[in-house]
């Protein structure tokens, strides 16, 4: 895999004081951005992009860091997602299940039931590299996409599950912009911080190793597939707890959220932003809704896939380290530049 | 490539477990409702065509190149748009055969000198191309073509019904896809194994250094490959969009169809494409009618077991 | 282990200067965008903002097309003015299924700020359009042609109306005409979702009461291309099947049967014999002459007003079928509603609509098909046409009326009491074997 061969030397983050106050200033920007911009902005673009850059994180980690491409990250969300909409859903449905259990409940049951999920598609797909990854875990997900469309009982078929909202609580509605954007913006704080520390640790430098050379970890005594596995399991809990926040964020679920349109969009997103670095899925999902919503001044109001798609064989062609990659060179550019 | 006695002894103690309850099944079908077995076979046959048609070329590209072109049912579509396009102006569905075969040819051309060609060696990159590629083709289609289905409509000796044996009736035209798949299959297993292009292209498949090095210009081995490639992806398409539609959307089903296939039968290989056609075709025609609501999840559960076991595909040979 | 492959850019002055400049920009272009989007939403007052959602891609893209039409024909009688405003007409796609609604529609309604949506047309897309509209108390939603029976039967919208019908309200009279024409067993084809089921429960109460057994039943995925192991299991001790699909999959159905050589008889729901499948393009269909329909609009309706919409509908749309379908005729009305309404209320939008939503919920709308009037669920009461497919002088196919059934309600005659413990149609209900 050659976007990776280079990395081994760049894996070490940078921790000078100008990148330390770059943080703080994103951070605030961040804080302060719902007060400034429309409600429409904080909802669609902002808590939509801070969700979807949760969930390509997940792919992000895997792939750039463990070397393992997976489209199934979708599929967790998807799964994590329903399992909500089941237990937690307010409205009963006309055939399927409904069991309206508390959010308290609901929501770690979910996450739960996508962690479960993502551990028993990393055992599938353990032993498979490269493109037979993309495979199985692509085979998975059209498998439990006509699940959900075909079962009545459980996911309600074709017709999906509506009416999933988050809760009122301490006189708050979590679904109104501000307070939901809120949520996301620590969700995706906690899940981007929890990676970047995941990398410094033993553990994270192990995987980084299986992704550069496998059979000289095992030589060295490392037991490849557990951490494999393992780091399914944690991309799958990222992708669990991303996958209620969707399911929240749309206010339904239906076969089309895990269909492969969707699991392509989240590889989509997290190739765009750059593989390289976890913040680069926040930066792909970002570019990606701002597309996704003002592609009408673009192009036209429907050719929306033609744009992202131009832009993300451009990346591809151009920048193989996605946006953050091409952001690196320029300011490498500059540096020479200036000190010409 | 091959299935060597080697291969078929690792697969001894599944067959043996596996046979019995399958010869079971097939009494029980036999004895419930004949006529409706028979008709299963012969939809799974036909079925089975078509997919090897679509598969034939991304298995010769993947094999050669290495290449997982995962634009190729973009390929079949284009083939297929493309192909009504030239039937409806010429009115003959010949030149639309021939129309959908030329200009995916030519796209797969384009892909290969253009993109493929300056990124030798890294796969992961071009599979992401060819994703882009597709998403961006898909989006060409709807805002030439529309969101409308298309049917084509054959020549009428080509349609209509056959009187058979047992099955009393049968579409004449899926019969067509069977008789035309075999031809090609066959045109490809002698073009493969009695030119010297074939003999090139399974050199390349073997040792693509080793074949470079005794002067064989490679290059422009891997565009006649993959001119063939996407050429009978479109072929595909044309035939695909006479006997059942080519609408948005196919071009997933039939990529999801070529991957199973090639899966299944092996990279490279022809007669593994059509040995996978045949299981696919099959196996997702008989779970459409014995087990309609779950038949479709069957097909990629499949797909799923054999990567768990075989993570190389059933056939073995890696990547 | 520092890298050293080249000098740290954050050490050096210029670069900082640079790069928090470059960041500045960023930030305030940001903000440029932001405060531009606010202000043309504010400018947009005088102009009323009407949306319109179909089935512009999928299997139903033909259907979304009329329906389209009969939008367009409806502004285009009232000059695109209405209660003293101008409208301006935006148009939205989905693909049939109830993400790609809910995403098109919540475009409409929140990025581009139109005040009254038009749509959807497939019944899984009006159920949950109708749930969204729960949470967009300040736009008024009326149906396009989606026809499944819960969208206004399980928990209805207060701004969710329908002027046109549910399925299972369109084939009315169908069961018990089926019966009569001796056809005593048999099998339903039809798609797996919303809107079949409940045309296939509006056949089914009346064809099970007459005495009718449907052997089986047939779901198919909706966009399914390949037909070919649902025909090899229709039985040959059947009389008839009733095919309950619509647009494409209607099409592929009936091509890939003919040439199976199925020869059964058809009993063909509301949108199987619609004009969108009599008049797709390229495709003979003598073969389904004399095929029993029902639906709320029949081809030769000798009314005037009828008569007129079909005259108007060919003089505007040459690329149009060559006579309206039953989308074209559902998103007319619902337009017309709409727009008549507006005029009633003089454009008053204030309060959420109040006054706008009183005049949908009591107004008598007349229609090229009788008058309209809403019940309390805000669905439309109607007259729905019994039909069979003829051929005309031109040698197109039309449905002709064979009788009306007057002021057909979603209760489909039954009472409340009966209809409560029927409930809605799902895959398997109702059972007749």
């Known amino acids: 895999m050659n976007i990776h061969t280079n990395w081994i030397k760049d894996s070490e983050p940078q921790a000078t004081v100008s990148s330390h106050r770059l943080t703080i200033l994103l951070g605030l920007c961040l804080l302060v951005y719902p007060w400034i911009a429309s409600p429409f902005f904080t909802f669609q673009v902002g808590a939509q992009a801070l969700i979807l850059g949760t969930i390509a994180l997940s792919l992000s980690f895997l792939a750039g860091q463990g070397g393992i491409v997976s489209l199934s990250q979708m599929t967790v969300a998807g799964i994590s997602g329903y399992a909500m909409a089941i237990l937690g859903s307010a409205e009963p449905t006309a055939a399927s299940l409904n069991l309206g259990w508390p959010w308290w409940l609901a929501v770690p049951a979910a996450v739960a039931v996508g962690t479960l999920s993502a551990t028993g598609i990393g055992a599938l797909a353990v032993r498979t590299e490269g493109i037979y990854t993309i495979m199985i875990t692509l085979a998975v997900g059209v498998a439990f996409y006509y699940l959900a469309q075909q079962n009545s009982l459980l996911f309600n078929g074709f017709q999906g599950i509506s009416n999933v909202v988050p809760p009122i609580l301490m006189n708050v509605d979590w679904r109104a912009p501000l307070p939901f954007y809120y949520l996301a913006l620590v969700v995706a704080g906690a899940a981007l911080s929890a990676v970047t520390y995941l990398l410094r640790t033993p553990f994270g430098i192990a995987l980084q190793g299986t992704r550069d050379n496998a059979r000289r970890m095992r030589a060295l005594g490392f037991h490849v597939t557990a951490h494999r596995v393992a780091a399914h399991a944690l991309a799958g809990f990222i992708a669990a707890v991303g996958g209620v926040l969707w399911v929240w964020y749309q206010g339904r679920i239906s076969p089309g959220t895990v269909g492969t349109g969707a699991m392509i969009n989240v590889l989509v997103v997290a190739v765009l932003g750059g593989l390289r670095r976890p913040v680069g899925a926040f930066i792909g999902a970002l570019v990606f809704v701002l597309l996704q919503n003002f592609a009408i001044d673009l192009v036209s109001r429907e050719r929306f896939n033609l744009v992202i798609g131009g832009v993300f064989l451009a990346i591809v062609m151009f920048s193989p380290d996605g946006l953050l990659g091409l952001w690196q060179r320029l300011r490498q550019s500059w540096v020479r530049a200036s000190s010409a | ?319 | 282990m520092r890298k050293s492959v080249h000098p740290n850019p954050l050490s050096n002055n210029n670069p900082e200067k640079t790069m928090s400049k470059f960041f500045r920009t960023i930030t305030l272009s940001t903000l440029a965008i932001v405060l531009a989007t606010t202000l043309t939403s504010a400018y947009a007052q005088e102009t009323l903002k009407m949306g319109a959602l179909a089935t512009l891609e999928g299997p139903f893209t033909v259907l979304g097309q009329d329906g389209m039409r009969g939008v367009e024909l409806a502004l285009k009688e009232h000059n695109y003015m209405a209660g003293g405003k101008k409208i301006e007409l935006i148009k939205a796609s989905s693909n049939a299924t109830p993400d790609s609604a809910v995403a098109a529609t919540r475009k409409l309604v929140e990025q581009d700020k139109v005040q009254i949506l038009i749509g959807p047309l497939s019944g899984s897309e009006g159920i949950a359009v109708k749930n969204y509209a729960h949470t967009q108390l300040q736009t008024t939603f009326l149906n396009g042609a989606s026809a499944a029976q819960e969208t206004t039967l399980s928990n209805p919208a207060p701004n969710f109306f329908r002027f046109s019908t549910d399925g299972a309200q369109w084939q009315v009279g169908l069961g018990s005409n089926a019966y009569q024409k001796g056809y005593k067993n048999v099998v339903v084809v039809a798609e797996d979702y919303a809107f079949p089921y409940s045309m296939v429960q509006g056949f089914m109460v009346e064809y099970c009461k007459a005495g009718g057994k449907v052997k089986d039943k047939h779901w198919v995925a909706l966009g399914t291309k390949d037909y070919a192991s649902v025909i090899a299991k229709i039985p040959t001790n059947i009389d008839a099947i009733y095919v309950a699909l619509g647009g494409a999959d209607a099409v592929n159905f009936l091509s890939q049967y003919e040439q199976s050589g199925g020869d059964k008889p058809i009993i063909g729901s509301a949108v199987t014999v619609d004009q969108s499948v009599l008049g797709f393009k390229g495709k003979k269909r003598d073969g389904l002459i004399g095929t029993p329909s029902a639906g709320p609009i029949a081809d030769n309706d000798p009314s005037p007003a009828w008569k007129k919409f079909v005259a108007d509908y060919k003089a505007s749309f040459k690329d149009g079928f060559p006579s309206p379908s039953i989308f074209a005729h559902a998103y007319y009305v619902n337009t017309k509603a709409a727009l008549d309404a507006l005029d009633a209320v003089k454009g008053d939008l204030s309060n959420n609509h109040a006054a706008l939503r009183k005049a949908l919920s009591t107004m008598t709308l007349k229609t090229p098909t009788g008058d309209v009037k809403l019940d309390s669920n805000r669905n439309a009461v109607v007259n729905i046409y019994l039909t069979e497919v003829a051929k005309a002088a031109d040698g197109t196919l039309y449905n002709k009326v064979v009788h009306t059934t007057p002021n057909v309600s979603q209760s489909l005659g039954l009472s409340a009491a009966e209809f409560q413990k029927m409930g809605v149609g799902t895959r398997t209900n109702p059972e007749c074997k």
């Open chain 2, 1 to 319: 490539m091959k299935l060597s006695p080697v291969a078929i002894g690792r697969f001894q103690p599944a067959l043996w477990a596996v046979l019995p309850v399958l010869a079971l099944i097939a009494a029980w079908m036999l004895v419930d409702n004949t006529r409706l077995l028979a008709l299963t076979v012969l939809n799974g046959l036909t079925l089975a065509g078509l997919y090897f048609l679509v598969a034939s070329g991304f298995t010769l590209v993947f094999g050669l190149m290495r290449v997982v072109n995962l634009a190729h049912g973009s390929l079949f579509l284009l083939g297929g748009y493309v192909g009504y396009s030239a039937g409806l102006a010429t009115g003959s569905w010949l030149v639309a055969l021939m129309a959908g075969f030329v200009a995916a040819a030519l796209a797969g051309v384009l892909m290969q000198r253009f993109l493929f060609g300056r990124m030798v060696g890294q796969n992961m990159r071009q599979t992401l191309i060819t994703i882009g590629i597709s998403i961006v083709m898909a989006d060409i289609y709807l805002w030439v073509w529309g969101g409308d289905t298309y049917q084509f409509d054959a020549p009428d000796w080509l349609t209509g019904t056959v009187a058979l044996p047992l099955v009393h009736k049968y579409a004449e035209f899926r019969l067509v896809v069977l008789a035309l798949s075999c031809v090609i299959g066959l045109g490809l297993w002698l073009l493969l194994n009695r030119t010297r292009v074939g003999m090139m292209i399974r050199a390349g498949v073997d040792d693509k250094d080793m074949l470079s090095s005794i002067g064989v210009d490679v290059e422009r081995l891997f565009v006649i490959t993959f001119a063939i490639g996407a050429g009978l992806a479109g072929l595909a398409g044309v035939v695909g969009g006479t006997v059942l539609s080519v609408a948005p959307g196919e071009d997933v089903r039939y990529l999801l169809a070529s991957l199973v296939v090639v899966l299944v039968g092996g990279m490279g290989s022809i007669t593994g494409a059509a040995m996978g056609a045949l299981l696919i075709g099959l196996a997702e025609t008989f779970g459409q009618t014995y087990a309609p609501t779950y038949g479709v999840v069957f097909t990629f559960v499949i797909m799923v077991a054999v990567l768990a076991f075989r993570p190389n595909g059933l056939m073995g040979k890696s990547a």
